[in-house]
């Protein structure tokens, strides 16, 4: 999804981001009935063992300690990207590569463009030719 890449063009000044988009995030949280993809680092996996461990019966009490928003400041500040858990949000997961900027906008507007000659087709205007050279679209 081209749109959710307009997201990922800010670099993040605590973590390398462009290397951990592709496929190393993870859903933690969903027995909890609190879905949220995080991108995956040391802290993640213990979350995820813990949640793997107690199954059904986990209670936010398990994992609280990992995943205070106090530890990632504290890891934030001392540029620890395995000391807390750096939320990423579901859109992490449309992103399939990292194109140019140059890239990306050539892409929205072929993606535009597209959208607009197959669904709105019948919109468009027609380019009208006029004595002189003068072109209009009607």
Not at 50 to 59: H, L, N, S, T, V
Request: contains cysteine; aromatic residues 6%.
């Amino acid at each position: 999804d081209t749109a959710a890449l307009l997201f990922s063009s800010h670099e993040l000044p605590y973590t390398p981001v462009p290397a951990l988009l592709f496929a190393d995030t993870v859903l933690m949280f969903r027995r909890l009935h609190n879905t949220a993809r995080v991108f995956r680092n040391e802290v993640a996996k213990e979350v995820e063992a813990i949640e793997r461990a107690k199954g059904d019966g986990i209670k936010f009490k398990d994992v609280a300690p990992l995943v205070a928003g106090s530890r990632g400041r504290e890891a934030e500040a001392k540029g620890d990207a395995d000391g807390g858990i750096w939320t990423a949000g579901q859109v992490v997961g449309l992103i399939g590569d990292l194109p140019t900027c140059a890239e990306l906008v050539a892409r929205m507007v072929a993606e535009a463009e597209g959208n607009i000659r197959g669904r709105l087709a019948g919109m468009l205007a027609e380019e009208v030719t006029f004595p002189g050279s003068l072109r209009a679209r009607l």
